[in-house]
């Protein structure tokens, strides 16, 4: 069966500082790779999408990047935290299209809370 | 562009009592739909999903959704509510294409008293 993992799950960090959030699927291979932030009170906001090994797209511009350095490892990046970057990180996956299964599948989360 | 519309922030039920949630979309075509649960600090987990063929859709922990065309809707329902389902539930809509975009409501955050 599928598991995707997120670490950490937890980070307090300095406004200005650098920030690496990872995320891993096991049990699949070629997914969509997907990371959303949650706001307190507010839907979920699609930040990147991958469709392959070094394939990003960005929904929205932001102070943030991803990676995408092998077929099931996604990793969020900032190179200084900004105080509005705080939120909830969540990392989801689904199959490729024409696989008849377009739900996607999310990790635990990691609370970012910048200071 | 696709969107979905929960109108409910928050509702509160008593146990035991039946549970409606209530979602409308906008979309071109036909729709993907899911609903989502969510308990605090962890993630989304799948309660059912919506693509074709019968519009009564039966999903995990007894709840079950109602496609309906006609009112672009999708509601979810319950029987018989038990306080673990407290939680924020999110209605979705994914549109077929590349990377197969969804669209989250903001959710309908649920709580039940005894």
Do not use: M
Not at chain 1, 69 to 79: A, G, Y
Not at chain 2, 15 to 44: D, H, I, K, M
Request: proline share 6%; net charge neutral; charged share 15%.
């Amino acid at each position: 069966s599928q598991t995707i993992h997120q670490w950490p799950a937890t980070l307090v960090q300095p406004v200005g500082s650098p920030l690496s959030l990872e995320c891993t699927v096991e049990g699949t291979s070629n997914p969509n790779l997907y990371w959303y932030r949650q706001a307190a009170g507010r839907g979920l906001q699609l930040l990147f999408y991958s469709v392959g090994i070094g394939q990003i797209s960005s929904e929205v511009p932001q102070n943030l990047s991803a990676s995408r350095p092998q077929d099931r490892q996604f990793i969020l990046s900032s190179k200084k935290l900004l105080l509005s970057d705080s939120g909830f990180y969540l990392c989801a996956w689904s199959s490729q299209p024409g696989l008849a299964s377009y739900e996607q599948y999310f990790g635990p989360g990691t609370r970012l809370t910048v200071t | 562009a696709q969107s979905v519309t929960q109108p409910d922030i928050h509702i509160t039920v008593s146990e035991g009592a039946s549970l409606e949630l209530r979602c409308n979309y906008s979309y071109g075509a036909t729709p993907y739909l899911f609903w989502y649960v969510q308990s605090p600090g962890q993630g989304l987990q799948l309660l059912l999903k919506y693509f074709s063929g019968d519009t009564l859709v039966q999903g995990i922990k007894g709840f079950e959704a109602e496609f309906k065309r006609s009112q672009s809707s999708f509601n979810l329902r319950k029987p018989s509510v038990h306080w673990s389902d407290a939680a924020e539930y999110f209605c979705a809509v994914g549109a077929s294409g590349g990377y197969q975009k969804v669209t989250f409501g903001t959710g309908t955050k649920l709580q039940v008293i005894p």
